[in-house]
């Protein structure tokens, strides 16, 4: 049977067969990893022959090495293609051009960092304002050294080390930027290796890198960019959101929906104005459901707008309540998704860490580092060292060799253990990996670290190293005196903290566990979907959901980027839904809340259970 293309896959297929750029915006549930495969492989069929003849390819960039190996598999591990990362893409066609990538450094990269510290020092004393006028200083002597560098290499840290040559991982997309602006010869070769460039996740990519992209393929005819993604889902950082391709392109909507039930696609049309989608494939014929739980929200009694412990098993009582109701207690098939982690922590037995993160201490910046599982002082602990201590406790040495391997600068293909034989890295492996179980049951996490760092077994950054190097803070905190300095309280508190916990956290992490947080879901799909909401419970100023869905019962909207944030993040969450959605949501006014939820047309009154 002849696969049946979709209206956008058909316009794609005519941009390519007329050699005009275009951007596909591909809702959630849309099949955009399919059309980016379908249109790369039109291009194997009708133009392979002749770019091989050529001795060109294609070039295919995405988001994660996940994704990378998904795209290269689907499409045969065919050496047309180059499929890669954005950074790894950019330094291999960038790599070359070393008088440019040192006047990018010079005239861009570096005279931004030394604003951004500059920026920071206010003229005074305390510690952040001389850390910041310290690294100023060390950029501008850094400019003045580019001047003797002549080659340059792509290291593996955030920030590069100028003066020796070495680029960060953060310097990749600036620099490539720069070129992109600036060298047209660049622009040229990288037109004439790749005569089709396609983005796949086009809106987790940084704007100046689209910008580069559409002056290097603008024009009529080839080169050829496309452009894979939807704004709706680009809820990370400050990235291209609203891509575009160059002005002569076409933009081009997917409207089918091949993911959700017909219930869960009628609230995203009406939480979703933009494109309006329609179900396609199997789930022409489910229904699902949809319901909205609202709970009576209690007023916070802990200072800073909190629940109190009590509080928040209260609130847990209700989401078993709501559970129950629903008859989804118990089942394996339910993903509950929260913002935050607070009731999660509870439940799954890292509340102290939780709270750590989420005190004083922590800067948003953190608390979001944490609810992801991204934090620079936890990574290495969750990926690294509990993994070698529960491979250490079950006896699999080759899980061991294969964790240090992967993730220890210690054992890697260059390390200082590289020229061992295989028994005898085995057998170091062994010691260190008991010396870590024994510190681990009776050590704190600052001394385990220091272990693991010294010997290698992970990789310490910049920012990492400066809380080994300095004391301990022996004063007490004081807000308003060391504020921008609370990261050095929240590294103390961590170091003295033992490793209970970080099991707990750990697995929550790598989502082995039913509860994930919003943020941790893209991308997935799963048949019953829990979605919690309670903005006091997540004490988070980046959103507010009370404002987002019953602004007339909390009192007005929120500051637009709350708005646009909450809407991105909520509809990624709905949209995870292959059949049933539930939300609950805690508020002031559960009968006003449901008044207004139906009157703006996102649910019906059936779709409404109150709980006041």
Not at 136 to 141: I, K, L, M, Q, S
Not at 485 to 499: R, S
Request: hydrophobic content about 40%; proline content about 3%; glycine content about 8%.
């Amino acid at each position: 049977m002849a696969k049946v293309l979709t209206q956008a896959d058909q316009d794609v297929e005519t941009c390519l067969n007329t050699n005009v750029s275009f951007a596909l915006i591909a809702g959630a549930g849309s099949g955009k990893t399919s059309s980016l495969i379908d249109a790369l492989d039109w291009i194997r069929q009708h133009r392979g022959k002749a770019l091989r003849q050529n001795g060109q390819h294609v070039a295919c960039i995405t988001y994660t090495k996940r994704a990378v190996a998904v795209i290269s598999e689907r499409l045969g591990f065919d050496d047309l293609f180059v499929v890669s990362t954005l950074h790894s893409f950019l330094w291999a066609q960038l790599g070359r051009f070393h008088r440019d990538i040192r006047l990018a450094v010079e005239n861009r990269r570096l005279p931004d960092l030394i604003e951004k510290e500059r920026a920071k020092d206010n003229g005074g004393q305390s510690k952040a304002a001389r850390e910041a006028r310290a690294k100023a200083d060390r950029y501008e002597a850094d400019l003045a050294a580019l001047k003797d560098v002549d080659r340059f290499e792509y290291g593996d840290t955030v920030y590069g080390d100028y003066p020796n040559g070495i680029l960060g991982h953060d310097d990749i997309p600036v620099v490539a930027a720069y070129l992109l602006e600036e060298n047209a010869t660049f622009r040229r070769l990288l037109g004439v290796r790749f005569p089709y460039l396609f983005v796949d996740e086009a809106q987790d990519t940084a704007g100046d890198i689209v910008r580069g992209l559409n002056l290097a393929y603008g024009g009529e005819g080839l080169p050829v960019v496309g452009y894979f993604g939807d704004p709706w889902q680009q809820i990370y950082g400050e990235t291209a959101e609203d891509f575009a391709p160059p002005e002569d392109g076409k933009t081009i909507t997917k409207v089918e929906n091949f993911r959700c039930s017909k219930s869960v696609i009628r609230l995203l049309n009406g939480f979703r104005t933009d494109v309006a989608q329609v179900p396609a494939g199997a789930n022409q014929e489910v229904e699902g459901s949809v319901i909205f739980r609202l709970v009576k929200a209690e007023i916070p009694e802990e200072p800073r707008n909190r629940y109190s412990e009590a509080q928040t098993g209260r609130a847990l009582v209700k989401l078993d309540e709501a559970l129950a109701a629903w008859g989804w207690a118990d089942r394996n098939d339910v993903v509950k998704l929260f913002l935050v982690k607070q009731m999660i922590a509870r439940r799954m037995g890292f509340v102290n860490l939780n709270r750590l993160f989420a005190g004083d201490f922590a800067s948003s910046r953190a608390q979001d580092a944490f609810d992801r599982g991204e934090h620079f002082l936890l990574v290495p602990l969750t990926s690294t060292i509990w993994p070698l201590v529960q491979a250490q406790r079950a006896g699999d040495s080759r899980a061991i060799i294969d964790i240090l391997r992967r993730n220890s600068p210690a054992f890697a293909v260059d390390g200082v253990n590289a020229k061992k034989s295989l028994r005898s890295m085995v057998d170091t492996s062994i010691d260190v990996v008991s010396n870590l179980l024994l510190l681990w049951d009776t050590a704190p996490v600052g001394e385990i670290l220091r272990f693991a760092a010294e010997r290698q077994l992970i990789r310490v950054g910049e920012r990492f190293q400066a809380h080994f190097d300095r004391d301990p803070r022996g004063e007490a905190y004081d807000a308003e005196q060391h504020g921008e300095e609370k990261g050095d309280w929240l590294a103390d508190a961590l170091f003295a903290m033992d490793t209970k916990e970080i099991a707990s956290y750990a697995s929550f992490t790598s989502t082995n566990t039913a509860y994930s947080t919003q943020h941790g879901v893209k991308g997935e799909e799963y048949p019953k979907v829990l979605v919690v909401y309670d903005d006091i419970e997540a004490a988070w100023h980046n959103y507010n959901f009370g404002k987002l869905l019953t602004p007339g019962v909390v009192g007005g909207v929120g500051t637009g980027r709350q708005e646009a944030r909450g809407k991105k993040l909520a509809y990624v969450s709905f949209s995870r839904a292959l059949e049933d959605l539930r939300v609950l949501l805690f508020t002031p006014n559960p009968k006003g809340a449901r008044d207004e939820l139906v009157a703006n047309g996102l649910l019906t009154v059936d779709q409404v259970e109150i709980i006041d």
